[in-house]
């Protein structure tokens, strides 16, 4: 059973950068492909960043583009979201995510495995 446990949320100014990160345990880390889902208030789930096996592939929402990059320590069992240029629209509950599978995906539905979620609180 893959286990996953999110860090690094908190509240910030507009403009402003935060990181987080997920720790990953109870199988082969190296063979999941992870992704960063966010759930505003009053919203349905959405994908913001995925990263294959092998961390070689990164997508990104296009609300999130060059703003946000997403990488892996396999060394560590950790994936981080590297967030800048935060907007109050970043405002969100995000959820890291995993998937037994080499290739990465942006659809909710191919993941199997989820963390409880983290605040992430941008002020205008």
């Known amino acids: 059973q893959v286990q996953l446990a999110e860090s690094g949320g908190g509240l910030v100014q507009a403009g402003g950068s935060l990181r987080l990160s997920c720790v990953a345990s109870?199988?082969?880390?190296?063979?999941?492909?992870m992704g960063w889902f966010r759930q505003a208030p009053g919203k349905e789930r959405e994908f913001v960043a995925a990263i294959n096996w092998s961390g070689s592939d990164t997508f990104y929402a296009d609300s999130v583009k060059g703003r946000f990059t997403f990488s892996r320590d396999n060394a560590q069992n950790t994936v981080s979201l590297q967030m800048n240029s935060l907007k109050p629209e970043d405002t969100a509950v995000y959820y890291c995510?995993?998937?037994?599978?080499?290739?990465?995906?942006?659809?909710?539905?191919?993941?199997?495995?989820w963390g409880q979620g983290t605040q992430v609180t941008v002020s205008s």
């Open positions: 109870g199988v082969s880390y190296s063979i999941l492909s």
């Open positions: 995510a995993a998937r037994a599978s080499i290739e990465s995906s942006r659809s909710e539905g191919d993941y199997a495995y």
